[in-house]
């Protein structure tokens, strides 16, 4: 399996000194293409600020990130920026999505950032609604719908140019149960298709959806696991 995310005893330190915190502590983890990966973890644990390193929205205190084989952990912001939009589709456990646009025009919103003509906009983000079953939801705006439905706009805004990453959330934090399946078996078939997933959650039951379960706590990894348990759909 070629190598995607290789983290090489990376730190994450905040306030330097007498009072600081250590966010992340000498952590190394390499991800292979194609994997669905959960990282779980309480409050607290690491978690969300790996996730913020594994998105290129931070950068360590000390050690090396390499992502497809380029060294991020050192990017200008500008050259961060880039990386995310080509490399990583993001999902929010808050949705991030603009009130007074519609499904269509949100899943649109980052392909007119990336440059994308017109034509092509429409084409790619009807195509990412259509492929999370909103069809017919594609004029309405976030408050005439489910919070299911919502994060299916999410997904498909952050499918529609079809970046190899999926970096997940907490994706289900803000649904019912039945919502949070059926966001799930979205999540489980386009890791199907090809993408590579990485869901950051607090949930066993969401961690135990996915192929490779990576525990962390107090800022280090403590477990990296093959899950037994996987079924594919």
Do not use: W
């Not at 907490?170 to 399946?181: F, I, M, Q, V």
């Amino acid at each position: 399996m070629k190598k995607l995310v290789v983290i090489k005893d990376v730190s994450k330190i905040y306030n330097p000194g007498e009072n600081e915190v250590r966010a992340l502590n000498h952590v190394s983890l390499t991800i292979g293409e194609r994997e669905f990966v959960a990282i779980i973890g309480q409050s607290g644990s690491g978690k969300s600020t790996l996730m913020n390193m594994l998105g290129c929205l931070d950068t360590p205190t000390s050690g090396k990130y390499y992502l497809h084989g380029h060294d991020v952990s050192h990017m200008t912001d500008d050259e961060q920026s880039d990386i995310r939009n080509k490399e990583i589709g993001f999902i929010f456990q808050g949705f991030n999505l603009i009130q007074s646009l519609t499904a269509l025009e949100n899943v649109e919103l980052p392909l007119i950032y990336r440059g994308v003509g017109k034509k092509e906009r429409d084409r790619l983000a009807n195509a990412a609604l259509n492929s999370v079953g909103l069809e017919k939801r594609k004029t309405h705006k976030p408050n005439e719908m489910s919070g299911g439905q919502q994060q299916r706009v999410a997904i498909a805004r952050a499918i529609a140019q079809a970046p190899p990453i999926l970096l997940a959330d907490e994706p289900t934090g803000n649904l019912d149960s039945a919502s949070s399946r059926e966001i799930m078996k979205i999540i489980k078939r386009l890791y199907s298709e090809g993408r590579t997933v990485i869901i950051i959650t607090h949930d066993p039951g969401i961690a135990k959806q996915a192929k490779r379960i990576i525990t962390i706590s107090d800022g280090m990894i403590q477990s990296d696991i093959i899950n037994p348990d996987y079924k594919e759909d």
